[in-house]
């Protein structure tokens, strides 16, 4: 009996401290409410169709999200992620079309493969950019990338003159509409994405130096791992990341819209957090990450579902931003203080 009680009580600790517990529960909490509201979204929250469009919508948070969680387990911060998602579906779409705006024509149109490639090049010499001075300079990550989100910004007004970037051809439009056994094509992407930079965050030798960063930059540089070029690396990668899943949006919109990926930053930092990766570095999980992913955009749906204003929206998701970094700044004190614990043991 003593036993069985032990075991219970070890099972119920290890819940505690598993780092996705709280976003596990979240979402139970979530979906019964869904489930039981005295609304409309009660009924259509879990047909097969909703699910298939939060699923679409959860891809492409997650493609943000899987850079970002590179980001914040190095200690880093990257805020122009969004303007860079932005940057490149302009610069690839106008390239695919043969002109940057509804109105002018300096784009030499090029096939769809290089025109991706184009993008994808283009947003990652921002990050590089980022990387490099953050590097080179000792500048915080947050003011040199908030800086890079404005010019970002600026470069996608100055190429298109404001105007979004239209009449994409039926097969790319295809490429961000099509399904495959009622699965989007965008998911299929997303899950080779995901499975790749999880192995290189867990398994690899790279995804280590990360780890030893964001626990201590000091001590990883006195080890002998190359500080600077692993961040500028997770900063380049932060670029083509973003590239990516600004055409997985424009290729199923058929246009790239100029506002683009506002918030993609913020709502990708967000689902990290409440994931439990560490804001101060040293921590990052792939999979809380996904349910971070996932909780944002049945919030949102169900928010739409149940006729939310859009304004009080942005208020919940803003109290769930600071919610989710209060507890992950408190987790990452107790996991600091154990640290040093063990180290005087």
Known sequence: MKNKHGRLLSLLEALIKWPQTGITLALIILYMILAFAP?????????????????????????????????????????????????????????????????LEICPQVPIWAAVLIGIFVTSVFGWINGRVITSLNLPPFIVTLAMQEVAKGAVLSFSRGFPVSNLPPVVMGMGRGTLLN?????????????????????????????????????????????????????????????????????????????????????????????????GGGKGYMFGTILGCIFLTSLSTGFNLMNVNAYYQQIIKGVVLVVAIAFNARNGISFRRKEKEEEKA
């Not at 940057?87 to 079309?97: D, K, S």
């Not at 965008?186 to 960063?213: E, Q």
Request: glycine share 10%.
């Open 39 to 103: 609304t409309e979204a009660r009924n259509t929250f879990f047909l097969p169709g909703n699910i298939v469009n939060v699923i679409r919508q959860s891809a492409i948070s997650i493609v943000i999200g899987i850079p970002i969680t590179f980001t914040m387990a190095a200690g880093l911060l990257d805020l122009s992620i969004g303007s860079l998602a932005c940057l490149g579906a302009i610069v690839t779409c106008a390239f695919i079309t043969g002109h940057s705006s509804s109105t």
């Open 183 to 279: 699965v989007p094509y965008t998911v299929y992407l997303m899950l080779v994405l995901l499975a790749v930079f999880w192995v290189i965050l867990s398994k690899t030798k790279f995804g280590r130096h990360v780890y030893a960063i964001g626990g201590n930059t000091e001590c990883a540089r006195l080890s002998g791992i190359n500080v600077k070029r692993t961040k500028i690396i997770i900063y380049v990668i932060n670029g083509a990341m973003a590239c990516i899943a600004g055409l997985m949006v424009s290729f199923r919109l058929g246009s790239a819209q100029t506002d683009l990926g506002a918030t993609y930053g913020l709502d990708a930092i967000t689902a990290c957090c409440l994931g439990g990766t560490a804001m």
